[in-house]
């Protein structure tokens, strides 16, 4: 039965993490659940049960993220569907930011994704199924937005794996899906999740107004129900022929129109000069 499915979920102390684990167990899956703080989870669901991990990972560290998961494969004997979920946000110019700001973005991003990815997928690949769901964001589609160039490379770098991902283990039976969700009312917008940089330039303006937009006006008016996306990645799991690119959220929607329209427009007008360039 689908509900019968193992599902191992980073990030799921808080935001769409939590709101997927909840959801997952109220209707019978079973969760290993990863956080930076095992009692955080276990603040939340519980301590361990038939259906339930708590594991405390350290996504950078490759040791702790292959520990997890042979702890989760011990106790729940495998991993049908992983969930890429941790992360955090990061606004501020790219010439304000520095090199360690940045390098630690695509530590947690990108590279600790990836070691997820490199050390569960050999389960997958052995017994010939799995499903794979990679979050990125409308901000790995759209990067047109002053401030978020960092995390919007960062997800930009999602998109770009997993679809080599996907091509690697089709052979294999195991799915992949590049999730691009928009403003869902979550907490990631909060100090916690969403960080900027130790020093700011007064001359960046609108980078300034986006900071105090997110911070203030856009903090918990999100018009996207966390909910009804655990119930959408929940869905695309049970598909035949799942997605593997998902926009969650009319934004999210929205904005990929525009990208298409605006990358279109380019292509058409610019199509004299491109195709002028062979030998």
């Known amino acids: 039965m689908e509900n019968n499915k193992v599902w191992f979920i980073t990030g799921a102390s808080k935001g769409l993490g939590l709101e997927l684990a909840k959801k997952l167990l109220s209707e019978g899956y079973k969760v290993a659940a990863t956080s930076r703080s095992e009692e955080a989870l276990i603040k939340v669901f519980g301590d361990v049960s038939e259906n339930f991990l708590p594991l405390e990972m350290d996504l950078v560290d490759e040791k702790s993220v292959k520990n997890a998961i042979e702890v989760a494969v011990s106790h729940f004997k495998t991993i049908d569907v992983l969930v890429n979920n941790a992360g955090y946000g990061l606004l501020g110019a790219l010439e304000e930011l520095t090199d360690a700001e940045s390098r630690k973005n695509y530590e947690v991003n990108v590279f600790g994704l990836l070691n997820v990815i490199r050390n569960t997928v050999p389960y997958m ?11 990125s964001s409308v901000g790995g589609y759209h990067g047109g937005f002053a401030g978020w160039g960092i995390y919007c490379s960062t997800k930009f770098a999602v998109p770009g794996l997993t679809e080599s991902l996907s091509a690697e283990v089709k052979e294999f039976g195991i799915n992949a899906t590049i999730v691009y969700p928009g403003y ?6 909060k100090d916690s999740s969403l960080l900027l940089p130790q020093d700011p330039i007064a001359d960046y303006k ?3 107004q986006s900071e105090s937009a997110h911070k203030g006006d856009i903090n918990q008016n999100q018009p996207g129900d966390p909910v009804k996306l655990a119930e959408a990645l929940i869905k695309a799991s049970q598909d035949q022929n799942p997605p593997l690119h998902l926009f969650l959220g009319e934004d999210a929607y929205n904005m990929a129109n525009q990208k298409i329209e605006s990358v279109q427009k380019d292509l058409e007008n610019w ?9």
């Open 184 to 189: 869902f009312r979550t907490d990631f917008l």
């Open 206 to 208: 609108a980078v300034r």
């Open 125 to 135: 690949r052995a017994k010939q199924s799995g499903h794979i769901f990679n979050i």
């Open 271 to 279: 199509k004299a000069v491109s195709v002028s360039t062979g030998l």
